[in-house]
């Protein structure tokens, strides 16, 4: 765990003194030196830019790394695949690929495992017709796509009198999870943290709504209040909408000439209410400590499947219902299966990234176990 930075020692000890239980933020960056990567220099440009010293946990540089030493994994960079084919014995069978001259290729291969995002691997199963699968690969119940889901971001922001901010990286440092569960009248809750600090042009966000957007005034507030505004925030779990969904679009292409992925429909109505309850126990948090200044933020409104984003090919027992089972591998073949969030079947009140590493790992289990005992996946 990583020691707090200056706002998060403030809002730890406030959050003690109201009873709730405040804890370091468990992330995916080295605390120690580990498998040739240095430990976090607490880099204040982390969330958003790339890490100086390689302390991120990422695909690239950890399990990926480590499967090509071991000769047996080939990395295809800059390749976009549009087409799994399949057979009439339940099985995937290859790829079909642009590579980095974007020359068209195919790809055969015993097992397929997709993890493009909740948008993109919905679109290219969507895209993925035949005539055993008129409506793309896993979708002749027509869920893929379906469910869509992100995270609606919500809480509060404090205007203090002091320097809260001490800019040691990478900002977010502590959360609480007291309105994750059991919120009377809420279905569900989510976290609170202290936010990731913003390069100046992003802080022009992080203003009260009566102050001026542009303009003098707003030029001094910048000036005067960087180091002054604290953010608390987080994910609010958003209820599953069926008919929020991901779908293509036959009339609009991409520049391989490939169906682009189409978002409608839009978050359900309850989760307004969520939003709202959310962001008042942050406001309480932030008065508490110590804040002249106080206001509400974030929208359960609208579309969305931006940051977060989960929940087209979810996981389930029933073929009817779902799109993968148990082992995220696809109802209707028997080598196909999918490792991203689009799994999920709610994303929760939390940060879904070690849910999908977790199911990933469980996944890759399944296929290890099935394909050296069975025979096959």
Partial sequence: AFEYNKDGRIIAETCKRMGLHPFP???????????????????????????????????????????????????????????????????????????????????????????????????????????????????????????????????????????????????????????????????????????????????????????????????KYQRENYYRVECFQGPIQEIPNFDMRVTVDDTVKDFWGIPVVAISGARHPIDQKHVEFLSARAEEILREAGAKLVWKQGSGHGQTGGQHQAGTCRMGNDPATSVVDKYCRVHDLDNLYIADGSVLVNNGGFNPVLTIMALAFRTGEHIVKQWTEGGQA
């Fill in 25 to 219: 933020i468990p992330m995916l960056r080295n605390s120690v030196a580990y498998n040739g990567r240095a430990a976090c220099i607490r880099n204040r440009t982390c969330c958003g830019y790339a890490c100086p010293v390689n302390a991120k946990n990422g695909t690239h540089n950890t399990v990926i790394p480590v499967a090509m030493q071991t000769g047996n994994c080939e990395v295809r960079t800059n390749c976009f695949v549009f087409k799994i084919h399949t057979d009439d014995k339940h099985r995937a069978v290859a790829v079909s690929y642009f590579d980095e001259n974007n020359k068209e290729c195919m790809m055969e291969a015993d097992i397929i495992v997709v993890a493009a995002s909740a948008t993109e691997t919905a679109r290219l199963l969507l895209n993925s017709k035949s005539t055993k699968f008129p409506n793309g690969i896993g979708n002749n119940n027509d869920w893929v796509g379906r469910n869509l889901q992100g995270h609606a971001y919500c809480g509060a922001k404090g205007l203090f009198d002091f320097d809260i901010m001490d800019l040691q990286g990478p900002g977010a440092t502590v959360a609480i999870m007291d309105y994750s569960h059991h919120n009377d009248g809420i279905v569900g809750g989510g976290i609170l943290a202290n936010e990731f600090y913003q390069m100046p042009y992003a802080f022009s966000s992080n203003r009260p709504p009566e102050y001026p957007r542009w303009g003098l005034e707003h030029k």
